[in-house]
């Protein structure tokens, strides 16, 4: 029974951060696209390392954006 409890526990935080995230206000579109944008780089870092890349994050940015590493 304590896993059950345990899940119960995880189900009632997860509602709760749910509820708070409602609460939050709308991001503008401008907000929306760079959120997006920050996101699928790290999306993309996160899986070039498991390819077992060496770049970091901020060559990865200058990459995406072809500037010089």
Request: proline share 1%; glycine share 4%; net charge negative.
């Amino acid at each position: 029974m304590k896993i059950n409890r345990k899940i119960d526990i995880d189900i009632s935080k997860l509602v709760d951060l749910q509820i708070e995230a409602n609460s939050l206000p709308d991001l503008s579109h401008v907000e929306k696209t760079k959120f997006d944008h920050m996101l699928a780089i790290d999306q993309l870092y996160y899986s070039s390392k498991l390819e077992g890349s060496n770049l970091t994050r901020s060559g990865l940015d200058k990459a995406i954006h072809g500037t010089t590493i």
